[in-house]
């Protein structure tokens, strides 16, 4: 049985009410009860700058990397902007890969979809961003690939409702779930 869980998420986009995050909201809705949710503000954090990282961290950034340091598990849900990663996301990973080889997004077990208005859902951001984590040396748990092709035909009033879509995203979630929860003394360690 899979435990409860301490999540962060991160949009990969800015707006408010982005699909992004209304997809996050939909993969937190399958996670365990009990589990705990938070997400990282990625507007908040300045352009990354190895001069200000070691001059004076940023509050918004020592706040993220102490609330990735604290879970369980990052999931990411993120648009493609032309055939990649938006900066924004990228900037926000940048920041969270630091200090190299120390970082707290070492290990951990990352959770990704990407997500596109087109017919392709987001396949090279998705691409772009395996690369990233992997350099980041996460924990990237082998699954199926979530890219939600014409997502905005999915979304009515502000929520996920596509029945295929979100049937696709609980198998994953909890086989995603399943892993970590196995892995706790490991992520712990």
Known sequence: MTSPLKIVGIAGSLRTASYSRIVLDALYAELPT???????????????????????????????????????AVVIVTPEFNHG????????????????FTSSMIGKPVFFATISPGALGGVRAQYQLRETLSSMLCQLVPMREIAITHVGQ?????KLTDTSTLDFISVQVKQFC???????PAVAA
């Open 85 to 100: 990663l938006p900066g924004v996301l990228k900037n926000t990973l940048d920041w969270l890969s630091r200090p190299a």
């Open 178 to 184: 399943d892993v970590v929860t196995a892995m706790a």
């Open 154 to 158: 999915k979304i009515t009033d502000g």
């Open 34 to 72: 009990g589990s705990e949710f938070a997400t990282v503000d990625i507007g908040s954090l300045p352009h990354y700058n190895e001069d200000v990282e070691h001059q004076a961290l940023p509050e918004a950034v020592a706040q993220a990397r102490t609330e990735v340091e604290a879970s369980d």
